[in-house]
């Protein structure tokens, strides 16, 4: 068989055409289009990446949110919680302290009516005492109390113990004013003669004297000088039936179990009790 080189070169020339055509119209536009699917793939990947790692990142930014928002709200519960606490043990405090506050003013409340009782008992007492004391000894040596502790204030000059009388001689000698006889009551002109006679007959000496009347004090006579006194009143007693009405203000007090039974006390026998006691006491 016989080739036909020109029927073989017209093929081969159509063959190499076709592929041009087909390599140019075909294969480049699909290779293109291949890659620019591939880049878009690519791109659409690397895109997804980067949401995927923002996302990441603010996942664990909000994670981080999260845990500082817990700890600061454990914080804040925690600082409510003390100083809810260090509120209520303040007002604890302050209630304690107001209730002791108001116990102390009731205390004091109570101690001051106590004493107000107490000192117008004895004002009263006092002033029974001294009237009946008066009556007695009027009734009885036509004495005036005033005069009856006048005589035992001299006594009492003239009995004092050595050591008094000399610190009491010296107080006299250095004072350079008169000594003060203070009362309650005015002195008659006879008792402030014998208070004058006993003194200079004690201390041997001229002893000037001013007398002073106080009638807020305490019923008695006193002898001040530089210092130094003599006196005889009738505190000791008072001061004795103080402490008896305190006794007894505060046994009134507290709840009594079983009263004792006592038998009445003749009026007349409770009212000279204080007139027996007050004279010959003071007459020591």
């Known amino acids: 068989m016989l080739i036909d080189w020109f029927t073989v070169g017209a093929q081969t020339l159509n063959f190499l055409i076709l ?3 087909l390599k140019h119209f075909l294969y480049k536009p699909i290779l293109n289009a291949i890659d620019a699917r591939e880049k878009g793939i690519a791109a659409q990947l690397a895109d997804a990446t980067a949401k995927k790692a923002e996302a990441q ?3 664990e930014e909000f994670q981080s949110k999260n845990k500082a928002w817990d700890e600061q709200r454990s914080a804040l519960l925690g600082k409510a919680t003390d100083d809810a606490k260090a509120e209520k043990d303040h007002l604890i405090d302050e209630a304690h302290k107001q209730a002791d506050s108001l116990r102390a003013a009731q205390a004091a409340a109570l101690q001051n009516d106590q004493k107000r009782l107490s000192t117008q008992i004895i004002r009263l007492t006092k002033e029974e005492v001294f009237d009946i004391t008066r009556k007695a000894l009027a009734d009885l040596a036509t004495v005036s ?5 006048g005589e ?11 050591k008094s009388k000399v610190a009491l001689g010296a107080s006299l000698k250095t004072q350079p004013d008169p000594a003060i006889v203070r009362s309650t009551f005015a002195l008659p002109a006879n008792q ?22 106080a009638p807020d004090g305490v019923c008695g006579i006193e002898l001040s000088a530089n210092g130094q006194k003599v006196a005889w009143t009738i505190a000791d007693y008072l001061a004795t039936l103080d402490q008896k009405v305190g006794t007894l ?18 009026p007349k026998t409770a ?13 020591k």
């Not at 203000?249 to 003749?266: D, G, R």
């Open 249 to 266: 203000l505060a046994a009134e007090a507290k709840p009594i179990a079983k009263p004792a039974s006592k038998p009445e006390a003749n």
């Open 192 to 213: 402030k003669v014998a208070i004058q006679n006993a003194l200079n007959e004690t201390f041997s000496a001229e002893v000037r004297l001013r007398f002073e009347t």
């Open 271 to 283: 009212t000279a009790a204080p007139v027996e006691a007050a004279v010959p006491v003071g007459a």
């Open 152 to 162: 035992v204030f001299t006594r009492r000059l003239r009995e004092m113990d050595p």
């Open 145 to 149: 109390l005033e005069e009856r502790m």
């Open 57 to 59: 990142k603010e996942h």
């Open 19 to 21: 592929v041009w055509l």
